[in-house]
């Protein structure tokens, strides 16, 4: 019933500054210092949020004015590099301005996930900058507050969007307010190929025509653009097809990909190694990270070196095929090499302590509950930096789909390893799957 486990990496990013930091060098407006933090509740002052390098890199080419692409790989944080930039933008220049922004999302899914981030960060009453949801989900009492009081953030479909160019009542009230439209967002920029990226491509140009800004910036988002050659080719073929949607000139350079750190502290050895093999795995954070073999699995089966010297994510590998490269390294038998990459991931309920070791069947939670890393006392980090926690993976075959850097799978189940009282802050963050999986856990789609 269950296909092959695969084991793989999700990795850890390079930081670029907390919210204050950018502040002091200028990008951003100092009021974001009181809207982009982590807060428990929506009362609470919170914590600043601290972002990934390749976040803080588009928000410099969005402070430039020029259009940019995010390739970065699911749970970058790909979100938060225009919203931030977007919600920059109203604060410098002032609310109430009409339309700034327009996100078009593939699913109406995406679009209500990312009004329930905007409302964690902007609050539900008096934001500072308004937005709405457009999707053809509102009630008629919803849509007309929308069309007599148009937001600053609009977030629709390409469906709705192309109704409110053809309907009088909402092209007289949203795309004439958006006469000062700054950003045009399209997430999930893969999605928009064939005969479907032909009707968006004129889409775009349709609602170009129509709102007449002059300076429109327009942003793609992506985890699975990708193809074969060097970096330095994939990021010209990148260009070249975003330019070529949006109607817009987007240079090679401005193709934002991921800056990856490793997570494991020094180097294993094969004689280490064989001994960890026969031990138990690692029960606390510090002993993770110079765990021999945690360190060899981000190192064979994680991170691995590009064309340009830099570290990027290796393809995942199927369990019993790396069980097998540690057999041959180790001179253990299989068996025992697959028991060791197993307990890592979900080592058995300790009886002597009563409680939860790192995982256990009855203890599998959701993505939503995720534990984060360490941080300094200042700053925390963006909800999707909380992404590197010890967790597991389930990777399911479907024939010719494809993953985020998975090519053979399609859907992904993310879950803890630790019970929510006991979870270990760390910033390794093993991907592999289990041969049976909690009732409680939900697929998600991987692209």
Not at 116 to 139: D, H, I, M, N, W
Not at 204 to 219: D, K, T
Request: net charge positive.
């Amino acid at each position: 019933m269950w296909p092959e486990p695969w084991l793989a990496l999700n990795p850890a990013f390079e930081p670029g500054g907390s919210v204050g930091e950018l502040v002091d060098r200028g990008l951003l407006h100092p009021d974001n210092r009181g809207i982009f933090r982590a807060r428990a509740t929506s009362s609470a002052d919170g914590q600043e949020i601290a972002f990934h390098q390749h976040q803080v890199d588009a928000i410099e080419i969005a402070a430039r004015r020029e259009s940019y692409v995010l390739t970065t790989g699911t749970g970058s944080g790909k979100s938060m590099a225009y919203i931030v930039p977007i919600v920059d933008r109203v604060l410098r220049e002032g609310s109430g301005r009409g339309v700034r922004a327009i996100i078009v999302y593939p699913m109406n899914a995406l679009a209500n996930s990312q009004r329930g981030e905007l409302e964690k960060f902007l609050g539900k009453v008096a934001p500072k900058v308004t937005f709405k949801r457009y999707t053809g989900q509102e009630s008629r009492a919803e849509r007309d507050v929308i069309l007599a009081r148009p937001p600053d953030i609009l977030l629709t479909n390409y469906v709705m969007l192309e109704l409110m160019l053809t309907r009088p009542r909402e092209r007289t009230s949203l795309i004439t307010s958006a006469r000062n439209l700054s950003f045009l967002v399209l997430d999930e920029l893969h999605t928009y190929r064939g005969r479907q990226g032909a009707d968006v491509a004129m889409l775009i140009r349709r609602l170009r025509g129509a709102v007449g800004a002059q300076h429109l910036q327009c942003v793609g988002t992506s985890a699975t653009l990708a193809g074969p050659g060097t970096r330095a080719a994939q990021r010209a073929e990148v260009a070249t097809l975003a330019s070529r949607l949006f109607g817009t000139s987007i240079p090679a350079a401005n193709i934002v990909g991921e800056s990856l750190r490793r997570a494991t502290v020094g180097e294993s050895s094969s004689h280490r190694l064989t001994a960890r093999v026969l031990a138990s795995p690692p029960a606390d954070q510090d002993a993770l990270r110079r765990d021999d073999l945690a360190i060899w699995i981000e190192q064979t089966f994680g991170l691995g070196t590009d064309d340009e010297g830099s570290l990027s994510r290796l393809p995942p590998v199927r369990l019993q095929d790396a069980a097998g490269r540690l057999a041959e390294l180790t001179g253990t038998d299989l068996a025992t090499c697959a028991r060791a990459l197993r307990e890592l991931c979900w080592p058995a309920r300790s009886p002597a302590t009563k409680t939860d070791a790192l995982c256990s069947p009855s203890n599998f939670t959701s993505s939503s509950a995720r534990a984060t890393p360490p941080t300094s006392p200042s700053t925390v980090p963006n909800s999707d930096i909380s992404r590197r926690t010890i967790s597991a993976v389930l990777l399911r075959d479907r024939r010719g789909s494809r993953c985020s850097h998975s090519p053979s799978a399609a859907n992904a189940v993310r879950i803890s390893f630790l019970s929510p009282e006991k979870r270990v802050a760390s910033g390794l963050n093993l991907v592999c799957s289990a041969a049976a999986l909690s009732s409680r856990t939900t697929l998600r789609d991987c692209s």
